[in-house]
């Protein structure tokens, strides 16, 4: 049993800042226009834009903001999700993949040394010679907590450590799961997007896409395709958006005709995370059985956080650890062999998106092996008692 992923990973740039004082320094440097370079609260701009519109580096900007101290973590959309899926699924017999070229440097050490404390496997990790990318991330924090993230990012890999769709061995075509998260990240496999989908369900995997806002097209008006073309929405077996990602990737103005935009399009389920709001879901019946409805977030992860009974970190990386949450879900289901539940999906997503918000940056870095299955374990009953009073 495995799963696989391919997408976004990273190293990110931690940056606290200081309410007051240091949002004032934020906001010379804020978006006054689509596409002007400037920071974007909720969303990311282009590295090179903000430092062309800044005429200095970004490290001078975020020192300027938040101060001199920042912590480096493990990040990125498919990195997070699959670490966080490898936890949950830790002692299932289930392993999980993640495909990527690592830099030769100290920075690539710093990711493979990251990667190594988690049950991910690294079997699959190349090392080539190239500079590895940061995403620099403005943490403002309001008096319940995270208010808002900045995230300063590059346009992708670079070209020496990008992968190819010939990188991508049998084993990924034939997991049980495959999981291709922000794949504008990497050139190479997004401008073969369509036909890497048709092989992996044609092998018999579940293809689950998950997207993420890229800076590169912040400031383009029409909508965003998905990978080389609308042909491989026939081909994604769930795609996972959150709200603001729909609208772009639909080119709708609400909700529910960026719904009726991906069943058109072929997508055979889809899930719309929108923060604290409830989970959005919809399948039309392959390969997940029928099902339509919404599930809200765990109550009890909140009260917690509000009490002191659980740490309060952050919310960077909460929608990629709801993905990981969704593909050891479907990993763990397959197992049983009866028809996949996406709203049980849904409901493990929620579990461990929410636990995500515990902890600083988007991969937990576990005190002891299985904390974040245990956690999941713990709050589990809590939220189907809470779903079963609500009736969701």
């Given amino acids: 049993m495995r799963i696989s992923g391919a997408g976004c990973c990273v190293l990110d740039v931690l940056h606290e800042v200081p309410p007051g004082e240091g949002q004032a320094r934020l906001a010379p440097y804020l978006s006054r226009a689509p596409g002007d370079g400037g920071l974007v609260r909720g969303a990311a701009v282009l590295r090179s834009a903000l430092e062309a519109r800044a005429g200095r580096p970004v490290t001078e900007i975020a020192a300027e903001i938040a101060g001199a101290g920042s912590r480096t973590t493990l990040g990125g959309v498919a990195a997070a999700a699959l670490v966080a899926a490898a936890q949950i699924v830790r002692g299932e017999g289930i392993e999980v993949r993640l495909y990527a070229n690592l830099s030769d440097d100290k920075d690539g050490a710093l990711v493979r040394r990251l990667l190594s404390r988690t049950p991910l496997s690294t079997a699959r990790l190349g090392t080539r010679r190239g500079r590895y990318p940061k995403t620099h991330i403005l943490n ?209 997503g929620n579990l461990s998106g929410g636990i995500a918000s515990a902890h600083a940056g988007g991969v937990l870095d576990e005190r002891h092996p299985g904390e974040k299955r245990d956690l999941v374990l713990r709050y589990r009953p809590l939220y189907e008692r809470q779903l079963a009073a609500a009736g969701a």
């Fill in 140 to 348: 403002e924090r309001g008096d319940g907590g995270v208010a808002e993230r900045s995230f300063i990012a590059e346009a992708g890999v670079s070209d020496a450590l990008a992968l190819a769709p010939e990188d991508l061995d049998r084993d990924f075509f034939e997991s049980e799961v495959a999981l291709f998260s922000a794949i504008w990240w990497e050139p190479r496999l997004c401008a073969r997007l369509t036909d890497l989908l048709a092989a992996c369900r044609r092998a018999g995997a579940v293809t689950v896409v998950g997207t993420a806002f890229d800076p590169a097209r912040g400031g383009d008006r029409g909508r965003w395709p998905i990978g080389d073309s609308d042909e491989a929405y026939r081909h994604i077996d769930l795609l996972v958006v959150n709200r603001a990602e729909a609208l772009l990737h639909s080119g709708e103005a609400d909700l529910d005709r960026a719904l009726a935009f991906f069943r058109r399009a072929g997508a055979g389920a889809v899930l719309v995370t929108q923060g604290v709001e409830p989970v959005l879901y919809w399948s039309g019946g392959r390969p997940f059985a029928p099902a339509e409805g919404r599930v809200p977030v765990v109550e009890a992860i909140l009260r917690d956080q509000a009490s002191g009974a659980l740490p309060t970190g952050d919310s960077v990386g909460c929608g990629d650890n709801f993905v990981g949450g969704v593909v050891a879900s479907i990993a763990m289901q397959r197992r049983t062999g009866r028809p996949l539940d996406l709203r049980e999906a849904a409901i493990l």
